[in-house]
């Protein structure tokens, strides 16, 4: 896996890219957690330092679903450097898998009151406004975060954009929001399924078979894939290629929503 060049995109690559979705919109599971060395300015018991290296041993616990661990991390980068923006935005992450949603949100706002600018804390603060139903809020922070002219991954930000727009049935601007990721990350799958979801609901059939397809090269299917590629297939009159997409859905994915769609015949 490539490696990305700070800690904070590090931080970002496993917990900003659609931690949860919704039942209509499964996700990604989180990128593979890859962790840079930090790279210090000074001595390494200088505040600001001490307060990056236990925000990076935070996001490591959170990645692995160790919430206590990341807590207790979190207070320590506090603890040394309450000034340090993105502790805050990793205790309004933490904070959210705990469902404890008004500290959540006091951590993220702290946090973009210290740096108003962060691309990675206007990202994850629209992250959490996509996941409690604020979407149009949340659109605005994904937007902030991508005029940030050193932020190194602005595909991401679009990518869950386009799943904030897609949750409000905006599919011009959902569409809009994941063609500009793909021209940044043309190789992201996430946007490739979901753009390839919406040219199905357009009737774009064979664009959306090669949206699929370019999926299907990148990652294994998941049952949102399999079911999307059958009712292309189906649309387009491909028996044979239909039943294939209905019996790796079965045999890969009978407990899912969508086997239990295929068998009650309810295809849109």
Request: proline share 6%; hydrophobic share 40%.
């Amino acid at each position: 896996m490539k490696r990305l060049p700070s800690a904070t995109l590090t931080m970002l690559a496993a917990l900003a890219l659609l931690v949860a979705g919704c039942d209509s919109l499964p996700l990604r599971e989180p990128a593979e957690l890859v962790v840079e060395p930090v790279t210090l300015s000074g001595a390494p018991s200088d505040p600001r330092n001490r307060a990056k290296v236990h925000a990076e041993l935070a996001a490591l616990y959170y990645g692995r679903g160790n919430m206590a661990v990341a807590l207790e991390e979190l207070r320590i980068a506090a603890a040394a450097d309450p000034n340090y923006a993105l502790t805050y935005s990793l205790y309004g992450l933490v904070y959210m898998e705990l469902r404890e949603l008004q500290l959540a949100q006091a951590n993220f706002e702290r946090g973009l009151r210290l740096s108003p600018t962060d691309p990675d804390i206007n990202h994850n603060y629209g992250w959490f406004l996509c996941q409690t139903g604020r979407e149009n809020d949340a659109i605005k922070y994904f937007l902030q975060a991508v005029r940030h002219p050193l932020y190194p991954a602005p595909w991401r930000s679009y990518s869950a954009a386009g799943l904030c727009a897609l949750r409000k049935n905006k599919l011009k601007e959902a569409e809009d929001f994941f063609q500009r990721a793909l021209a940044q990350a043309p190789d992201d799958p996430f946007s490739l399924l979901q753009l390839g979801q919406i040219r199905y609901r357009q009737g774009a059939l064979e664009e959306a078979r090669k949206l699929l397809s370019r999926y299907n090269k990148l990652v294994e299917p998941t049952a949102e894939s399999l079911w999307l590629g059958l009712r292309v297939e189906r649309k387009l009159g491909e028996r044979v290629v239909e039943s294939s997409y209905a019996n790796q859905l079965r045999r890969r994915f009978a407990a899912s929503s969508e086997y239990q769609q295929l068998q009650r015949g309810e295809y849109d």
